[in-house]
Nanobody, 120 residues
């Protein structure tokens, strides 16, 4: 069964930083591009960032480009999202998932997510 466990969220002031982690089962992680998504209250879940299996290619939503950095450690089956210069509009539940290519849809079951709250 696919397992994804997100962690690292919290409450931070605008301008602050957080680092999210996503631990995936080997079956989910191996060979797949991985992505981060977020869902704010009352809104659809949206794409944030993705990274290729090798880690050499990345893609970002325009709203986070230059502030967020996605990375992965294949030896630990873990993907990370370093979030800097956080804004109140980044407040959301953040999820990770395997994706079908850098621009592709999520392909696995969703985890519980991790809440990020940015105060102004």
């Amino acid at each position: 069964q696919v397992q994804l466990v997100e962690s690292g969220g919290g409450l931070v002031q605008a301008g602050g930083s957080l680092r999210l982690s996503c631990a995936a089962s080997r079956r989910t992680f191996s060979g797949y591009a991985m992505g981060w998504f977020r869902q704010a209250p009352g809104k659809e879940r949206e794409f944030v960032a993705s990274i290729s299996w090798s880690g050499s290619n990345t893609r970002y939503a325009a709203s986070v480009k230059g502030r967020f950095t996605i990375s992965r450690d294949n030896g630990k089956n873990t993907v990370y999202l370093q979030m800097n210069s956080l804004k109140p509009e980044d407040t959301a539940v953040y999820y990770c998932n395997a994706v079908n290519g850098l621009s592709g849809p999520a392909v696995g079951s969703w985890g519980q997510g991790t809440q990020v709250t940015v105060s102004s």
